[in-house]
């Protein structure tokens, strides 16, 4: 087994541990394996030992390693931020944008998504923690620009992703992720038609998947560590 396959292998355990833990069924949690900084080789291994879908935090980045991959069955998450000047490159080659914070953003996705692909699936990044300078729709505003969404005939609405702050303590970590998960119930009380809460990655998953995720993002776990912090996006 390769390295990555062993790793993969360990996440998929740890995610079934979790799901036991928290008695749910496994099958409602779905892995991305997050391949930011990892080249198409990476990737590669980790379809063959059975990761079908990726995520990619820089979107220049993620086109050209895609168009290495071509022919492979691979679904592309856009999980990092999206610039207006991007909005286009995304559409295209993306099944996934999840972190949709504003209007504007979610717009250029509808107008630029190629009319023969299916709408593109939109996941509202939420600011759950409120820091102040963090990506993220704040939990208030959610409801409107979720309802905005849907009348964007390009889009398809799916869900809420959180990146909450590092923290090291299980019991800290669930109290983050419960709030995403509460709002997440309440909109869809409110009638958005949701079933995807992404959270949760290597250090938190467990925690993520007590409160309710549905989908964890994970990469050092599969991939190892990154060997370099990259800006750009
Ligand atoms: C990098 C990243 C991940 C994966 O983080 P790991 O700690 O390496 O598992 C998940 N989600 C987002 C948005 C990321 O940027």
Same mark, same amino acid.
């Given at each position: 087994?390769?390295t990555i396959a062993a790793r993969l292998k360990t996440v998929r355990e740890r995610i079934a541990h979790a799901c036991t833990d928290a008695g ?33 935090n820089y979107i220049q980045e993620a086109v050209e390693k895609q168009a290495l991959l071509a022919g492979l069955p691979l679904e592309w998450h ?61 939990? %208030?505003?959610?409801?409107? $620009?979720?309802? !905005? +969404?849907? *009348? ?6 799916? @869900? ?12 800290a970590q669930r109290t983050l992720h419960q709030r995403a998960r509460e709002l997440y119930e309440d909109l869809r009380a409110a009638g958005l ?6 959270? %949760?990655?290597?250090?938190? $998953?467990?925690? !993520? +998947?007590? *409160? ?6 994970? @990469? ?14």
């Amino acid at each position: 087994m390769t390295t990555i396959a062993a790793r993969l292998k360990t996440v998929r355990e740890r995610i079934a541990h979790a799901c036991t833990d928290a008695g749910r069924d496994v099958n409602e949690v779905t892995l991305l394996a997050v391949s930011k900084t990892f080249g198409p080789d990476a990737v590669r291994e980790a379809h063959a030992a059975g990761a079908l879908s990726f995520g990619e935090n820089y979107i220049q980045e993620a086109v050209e390693k895609q168009a290495l991959l071509a022919g492979l069955p691979l679904e592309w998450h856009c999980i990092g931020p999206i610039q207006s000047n991007k909005t286009r490159l995304v559409a295209t080659h993306f099944a996934w944008a999840q972190t949709v914070d504003r209007l504007k953003i979610a717009q250029r996705l509808s107008e630029q998504r190629p009319p023969q692909l299916p709408p593109l699936n939109v996941c509202l990044q939420v600011n759950i923690d409120g820091g102040a300078n963090k990506s993220g729709v704040a939990p %208030g505003e959610a409801l409107a $620009l979720g309802r !905005a +969404i849907l *009348a964007l005939p390009q889009l398809r609405l799916r @869900g809420l992703m959180s990146i909450p702050e590092p923290t090291e303590d299980f019991a800290a970590q669930r109290t983050l992720h419960q709030r995403a998960r509460e709002l997440y119930e309440d909109l869809r009380a409110a009638g958005l038609p949701l079933d995807t809460l992404s959270m %949760g990655m290597t250090d938190d $998953l467990e925690a !993520a +998947i007590h *409160a309710g995720s549905t989908m964890v993002r994970v @990469g050092t776990a599969i991939f190892g560590s990154r060997a370099k912090p990259v800006t750009s996006a």
